[in-house]
């Protein structure tokens, strides 16, 4: 036994260097795209967050085929595309060797343009075949989107041409018909299905990494209605990389007594927004974020008139920002919501530079502009005006 021992252990250290000899150090992602001109700038963006990361690898297409090489602390999502282009591939990531194959075309519109993929296959990358499995519920309600919206086209098409002719009247008319009705519950139902399916799928990837990711992949904006959510996860989940990143965002760090960062926003005339202007002659201003899709935003305004009603006169001002992607929506939420006080639309840098993460998200400044207190409820500012 004593001769054999050294054997064994050279043949142990043999085929541990042969493993990691086979292992790559980190992740060789080759891809080819057929279409594509010689010289295209190829992109490797981080992709799975809240953020517009910016690129973390660029390289050179030639006959199509261009390649990423790099290393992950643990797996990533990041989207393969052409520099300066919308559109393009998602791939999730780890130390592999990744091959993505696929179709492409570049289109254009509204002054855009956008990278275009058809029969894409990713191949290597057990983590990414993971992915697709645990998001393969969105595709069964992209579905289901598109069908009650087709059914609705008639009706919504109707509206739209009464409310571009500013037939207020018809709009009204228009909205009690049976067919409308209909569409409304159609959306209602749609809505609530998305919000339960999307809850059952965190809810069963709470123990490991995949339970944050999949909150930041099925929300947009998160509300404090997700900060129990989080709290379900394990030690595990909370620690993971997009763990981080849902804590930072439903938790955000304290801003008071410090100026107000950057504002950056226009009115409905596209007046630029001025916060000096703003606060000056009031003792408090309260700077509330929202969104037109947001329910708890829209649900928090007649309270908002209320404490504005009862404490304008005393030197409170109020200003709302909207963080909505199109200026549409805010602007036909705005004139439902009727409010009296300045109301402005995000022009893409305010919110980040506030640190806005969930909304509704309301601060308290004083009449020189220093945050008085940050990420606060309503009953938090009128006990804090009392």
């Not at 404490?307 to 001002?317: A, D, R, T, V, W």
């Amino acid at each position: 036994m004593t001769l054999f021992r050294p054997v064994v252990v050279t043949l142990l250290i043999l085929y541990t260097a042969i493993a990691i000899a086979k292992s790559p150090p980190g992740y060789n992602i080759q891809g080819k795209f057929s279409g594509l001109p010689n010289g295209t700038v190829m992109e490797l963006i981080p992709s799975g967050t809240h953020e517009q990361e910016k690129a973390l690898a660029s390289t050179i297409a030639k006959d199509g085929k261009f390649s990423f090489k790099g290393k992950v602390e643990s797996p990533r999502l990041f989207n393969i595309t052409i520099k300066g282009h919308f559109g393009g591939c998602e791939v999730m990531v780890s130390n592999t060797n990744i091959y993505v194959t696929a179709k492409s075309s570049i289109n254009e519109r509204d002054r855009s343009k956008f990278l275009a993929l058809t029969e894409v296959k990713v191949t290597g990358s057990p983590v990414h075949e993971e992915y697709l499995k645990k998001i393969a519920y969105r595709s069964m309600l992209d579905k289901e989107y598109q069908d009650f919206k087709k059914r609705g086209t008639e009706i919504i098409d109707k509206i739209n041409a009464a409310q571009k002719e500013g037939d207020t009247v018809k709009v009204a008319a228009l909205r009690k018909t049976p067919a409308y009705k209909a569409y409304d519950a159609d959306q209602t139902a749609f809505f609530s299905k998305v919000r339960m399916s999307s809850a059952e799928t965190i809810k069963a990837n709470k123990d490991s990494w995949w339970g944050p990711f999949l909150m930041l992949n099925a929300y947009s904006y998160f509300t404090p209605e997700e900060k129990p959510v989080f709290e379900s996860f394990s030690k595990a989940a909370k620690e993971s990389y997009y763990g981080q990143i849902v804590k930072a965002e439903l938790f955000p760090k304290e801003l008071a007594g410090a100026p107000a960062p950057l504002f950056s926003a226009i009115t409905n005339d596209k007046a630029e927004a001025n916060l000096a202007m703003l606060t000056k002659g009031h003792k408090y201003t309260l700077v509330d974020f929202w969104a037109s899709w947001c329910v708890p935003c829209r649900k928090s305004i007649p309270a908002l008139k209320r404490l504005y009603n009862e404490f304008n006169s005393k030197g409170l001002q109020i200003v709302s920002i909207s963080i909505d992607k199109k200026e549409a929506d805010w602007l036909k939420a705005e004139k439902e919501e009727q409010f009296t006080w300045p109301s402005f639309l995000d022009k893409g840098t305010t919110a980040n530079a506030w640190l806005i993460r969930t909304i509704p998200a309301m601060f308290l400044l004083d009449e020189s502009g220093k945050i008085v207190v940050s990420n606060v409820s309503l009953e938090q500012v009128r006990e804090k005006l009392k």
